[in-house]
């Protein structure tokens, strides 16, 4: 089955600095590469995903990119924010098959003033 | 868009008992649901998959006569914890699916087992 890494675990950055999140997967049908933003005791917020046909995506200060080759992707988050301090998971999924997202270990966002 | 609602939102039962956990989409029918646990500052873990009238599919080391779901229809799954006991004791999330790249999540319910 699927295998997700995530690095770090812990992440302490300045705002207004850039944050970067890595995870590898291990299977090659993997095709969908959500990421999810949780709060505490709150449910998983999709904040960007990316599909296997595609090497980067885009949403304001959230890029995520993918290397199929590799079997990695980044989430990089530019202009931190207060607000940005959460617990951020990466996931990955073969769509057209078991369907069941993976999850990695997750990173401990901390945005400091 | 995609609306999923969990209830309880959290419970405290006894040990024990039995305790249920409802996931309805409720502005869609999902295809497929899952169910997810997760402990204190972990991931979420994988539980069972469950697709409408058909029995759900257990990960390895999850037991099925502990933990049952029931996907009765395309819009509701219902996980069972039975004779739960304080080990249980976690956040349980449900997810639901809703063409190929729609996952979308409940909010999740809180059970203490004292």
């Known amino acids: 089955g699927e295998n997700v890494e995530q690095h770090p675990s812990t992440l302490s950055v300045q705002e207004g600095d850039s944050a970067v999140i890595k995870c590898t997967y291990s299977d090659s049908a993997s095709n969908y590469f959500p990421w999810y933003k949780q709060e505490l005791g709150k449910r998983p917020q999709l904040i960007i995903d990316i599909r296997s046909n595609v090497g980067e995506k885009k949403d304001q200060r959230i890029a995520v990119t993918l290397n199929k080759t590799a079997k990695h992707f980044s989430l990089h988050i530019t202009e931190t924010q207060p607000e940005d301090s959460a617990v951020y998971f990466c996931?990955?999924?073969?769509?057209?098959?078991?369907?069941?997202?993976?999850f990695g270990t997750g990173t401990r966002l901390q945005v400091t003033l | 868009g995609a609306v999923v609602s969990q209830h309880p939102s959290w419970v405290i039962c006894k040990s024990g008992t039995s305790v249920k956990i409802e996931c309805r989409s409720l502005?869609?029918?999902?295809?497929?649901m899952f169910w997810y646990r997760q402990f204190p500052k972990q991931s979420l873990m994988l539980m069972a998959t469950?697709?409408?009238?058909?029995?759900?599919?257990?990960e390895q080391g999850v037991e099925k006569d502990k933990f049952l779901i029931n996907h009765a229809s395309l819009t509701l799954s219902t996980l069972t914890v039975t004779s739960a006991h304080p080990e249980d004791s976690s956040f349980y999330i449900c997810?639901?699916?809703?063409?190929?790249?729609?996952?979308?999540f409940g909010s999740g319910t809180r059970l203490t087992v004292v």
């Open positions: 502005d869609f029918q999902a295809t497929t």
């Open positions: 996931a990955a999924t073969d769509t057209g098959t078991a369907s069941k997202l993976t």
């Open positions: 469950s697709n409408e009238g058909s029995k759900a599919t257990y």
């Open positions: 997810s639901a699916r809703q063409g190929y790249y729609g996952y979308t």
